[in-house]
Antibody, heavy 119, light 110 residues
Framework: EVQLVQSGAEVKKTGESLKISCKGS????????IAWVRQMPGKGLEWVGI????????RYSPSFQGRVTISADKSISTAYLQWTSLKASDTAMYFC????????????WGQGSLVTVSS | QSALTQPASVSGSPGQSISISCTGS?????????VSWFQQHPGKAPKLMIY???QRPSGVSYRFSGSKSGNTASLTISGLQAEDEADYYC??????????FGGGTTVTVL
């Protein structure tokens, strides 16, 4: 069974750093892309970026370029989304999802990681 | 890249058919047949309902169908049921090799 299990909820202060994770199982993790999607409170879905764990060559939405870093460690089947200096506007639910190729659909999703940033 | 344009809300009575539009540009919806639709119930992760404009993943009801004309894609739900009440998002591959989502549509079953 394909599963993507994300790390738990985080409460941080502005300016702090954070790294959340997404662990895949039930498939060959290195051979599928992982995308990150943001959903701010009460708002819609936003595509953050994507990575192919086999090459670890991330690609970002222009809206998120320079604000976050996507990485992956194929040896432990885990992808990451990280911030070096959080802002209150980073408060959101973050989902990871799997793709067979970068033009293929997001077919399996993680349960989401809630990030809350306060001053 | 700008978000795809969806109506904020659509409603229908049980048994009726409804359609949700998703308008993009010649750099995304109009240029690729890589349009997906997702259903999201409150507090849940999105679920893939349609991919490649009109393909249904295994396990998704035949009542859900997709189409595209020019820069606009559409999702149709036929035989509307109470369980279909949710938010729906379209998504398209873009000429920048990225993806873009629509703003989302809330479907209400009257």
């Amino acid at each position: 069974e394909v599963q993507l299990v994300q790390s738990g909820a985080e409460v941080k202060k502005t300016g702090e750093s954070l790294k959340i994770s997404c662990k895949g199982s039930g498939y060959s993790f290195a051979n599928y892309w992982i995308a990150w999607v943001r959903q701010m409170p009460g708002k819609g879905l936003e595509w953050v970026g994507i990575i192919y764990p086999g090459k670890s060559d991330p690609r970002y939405s222009p809206s998120f370029q320079g604000r976050v870093t996507i990485s992956a460690d194929k040896s432990i089947s885990t992808a990451y989304l990280q911030w070096t200096s959080l802002k209150a506007s980073d408060t959101a639910m973050y989902f990871c999802a799997r793709q067979d190729a970068d033009w293929k659909p997001l077919d399996y999703w993680g349960q989401g990681s809630l990030v809350t940033v306060s001053s | 890249q700008s978000a795809l344009t969806q109506p904020a809300s659509v409603s229908g009575s049980p048994g009726q058919s409804i359609s949700i539009s998703c308008t993009g540009s010649s750099s995304d919806v109009g240029d690729y047949d890589y349009v997906s639709w997702f259903q999201q119930h409150p507090g849940k992760a999105p679920k893939l309902m349609i991919y490649d404009v009109s393909q249904r993943p295994s396990g998704v009801s035949y009542r859900f169908s997709g189409s595209k004309s020019g820069n606009t894609a559409s999702l149709t739900i036929s035989g509307l049921q109470a369980e279909d009440e949710a938010d729906y998002y379209c998504s398209s591959y873009t000429s920048s090799n990225t993806w873009v989502f629509g703003g989302g549509t809330t479907v209400t079953v009257l």
